[in-house]
């Protein structure tokens, strides 16, 4: 079983940026794909986008596709999203996960993921 854990997050104004970090240990970090997620309050939990166990290709949802950036560094065992031009509608706890698989980057490879406690990004207006 993969632990993880979220870091980074913060209170930032909108257009601003922010880098989260999620170091994981008790599983080979980089034989698996990884995925990034966020629930805003009241709302379900969303897949942002995930990154093959190479990170030689990713993903992303459309409605961060542009702004956000997905990547790991398998000797740190520690993967990253780079966050830009945030809006306040960004503003939720952020998530990452392991997937099952190591190149299929679709959401049911994380099905049964275990979860971090997520690291909370407020974007104010």
């Known amino acids: 079983q993969v632990q993880l854990v979220e870091s980074g997050g913060g209170s930032v104004q909108a257009g601003g940026s922010l880098r989260l970090s999620c170091v994981a240990s008790g599983r080979t970090f980089s034989s698996y794909a990884m995925g990034w997620f966020r629930q805003a309050p009241g709302k379900g939990r969303e897949f942002l986008g995930a990154?093959?166990?190479?990170?030689?290709?990713?993903y992303y949802a459309d409605s961060v596709k542009g702004r956000f950036t997905i990547s790991r560094d398998n000797a740190k065992n520690t993967l990253y999203l780079q966050m830009a031009s945030l809006k306040p509608e960004d503003t939720a706890v952020y998530h990452c996960?392991?997937?099952?698989?190591?190149?299929?980057?679709?959401?049911?490879?994380?099905?049964?993921?275990?979860w971090g406690q997520g690291t909370q990004v407020t974007v104010s207006a």
């Open positions: 996960a392991c997937s099952e698989y190591r190149n299929n980057l679709s959401l049911d490879g994380f099905t049964r993921a275990a």
């Open positions: 990154i093959t166990w190479s990170g030689g290709r990713t």
